[in-house]
């Protein structure tokens, strides 16, 4: 039998990663978030006109190469969501303290709402990529995906009130 795994799973995957993430990386975890909200904003701006400009290269190699019909607007958002979601990532770590998400039990509460709020942008803003055509397949197949889809909005909102409530009662 050859199973092929749902979207459900993959989601669900990468939603646990990304809590045992920031389980592991506290300091991170903040950053990692507001790499996202980053990266969504390129990805969404800058997407359609970078596939235009590597499209419109005819004469060149790259274009001859790699970029004729192997790329898409969707392949170019989404490695652009993944160069500033991984340069800010990795090069924003020192500008939350570990201890800004709190200390003890409670800690590890705000550590895990910021894991899955993380995955759920993360995953939200891909999904807010796709072509409409295959959104609408992923979408009726998948209940997390439509979640996602439904949702997004709020999961734009929810990490930031997640920062001004965990923060809220912070010794400076």
């Known amino acids: ?6 979207w459900d799973l993959v ?3 990468f939603g646990g990663a990304s809590v045992v993430y920031s389980l592991m990386l506290r300091e991170k975890v903040v950053v990692t978030l507001l790499a996202g909200y980053a990266g969504m904003i390129v990805a969404d701006r800058w997407g359609e006109a970078l596939y235009q400009i590597l499209t419109k290269q005819s004469g060149s190699v790259l274009n001859e190469q790699f970029v004729s019909g192997n790329i898409s607007v969707l392949t170019v958002q989404i490695a652009l969501f993944a ?3 991984l340069v800010i990532a990795l090069k924003g770590g020192v500008l939350i303290h570990p201890d800004s998400v709190g200390v003890g039990f409670m800690s590890y509460l705000v ?3 910021y894991g899955v709020l993380t995955a759920s942008l993360i995953a939200s803003a891909l999904l807010s990529f796709v072509p409409k055509a295959q959104l609408d397949q992923i979408y009726e197949g998948s ?3 439509k979640q996602l889809v439904d949702y997004q909005a709020w999961l734009l909102v929810f990490p930031l009130i997640l920062m001004l409530i965990s923060g809220w009662g912070q010794k400076d």
């Open 83 to 85: 160069i500033v979601m």
């Open 143 to 145: 209940k997390i995906a």
């Open 1 to 6: 039998m050859h199973m092929v795994p749902s």
């Open 111 to 113: 550590l895990i709402a």
């Open 11 to 13: 989601l669900l995957v």
